[in-house]
């Protein structure tokens, strides 16, 4: 079992930056695919970006390409997510999310979400 905890959200400007961390717990970490997703109102829950256990590689969508990144930390058992150049259309809540394999379609444990408003 995974218990994921995201912190960092909050409010800024159209261009400005906020950095989400998600701090996991329970079992080794580092042998966890990661991801971040987010959800706006009305809306269906779409996948920011991902990172993989076994190589690291990483994924994002198109509309945040260039402008976030996905990051871990294995050591304290933490993943980020970097926002930059924010856009009102990122408003939404994000969820952190780990998974047992890079083969795996399933996220098994998601966190709270942390809710991340831009205004205009």
């Known amino acids: 079992q995974v218990e994921l905890l995201e912190s960092g959200g909050g409010l800024a400007q159209t261009g400005g930056s906020l950095r989400l961390s998600c701090a996991a717990s329970?079992?080794?970490?580092?042998?966890?695919?990661m991801g971040w997703f987010r959800q706006a109102p009305g809306k269906e829950r779409e996948v920011v970006a991902t990172?993989?256990?076994?190589?690291?590689?990483?994924y994002y969508v198109d509309s945040v390409k260039g402008r976030f990144t996905i990051s871990r930390d294995d050591a304290k058992w933490t993943v980020f997510l970097q926002m930059n150049s924010l856009k009102p259309e990122d408003t939404s809540v994000y969820y952190c999310?780990?998974?047992?394999?890079?083969?795996?379609?399933?996220?098994?444990?998601w966190g709270q979400g942390t809710q991340v408003t831009v205004s205009s």
């Open positions: 999310a780990a998974k047992n394999s890079d083969m795996g379609v399933v996220w098994d444990y």
């Open positions: 990172m993989r256990q076994s190589d690291r590689r990483t």
């Open positions: 329970g079992r080794t970490f580092s042998t966890y695919a």
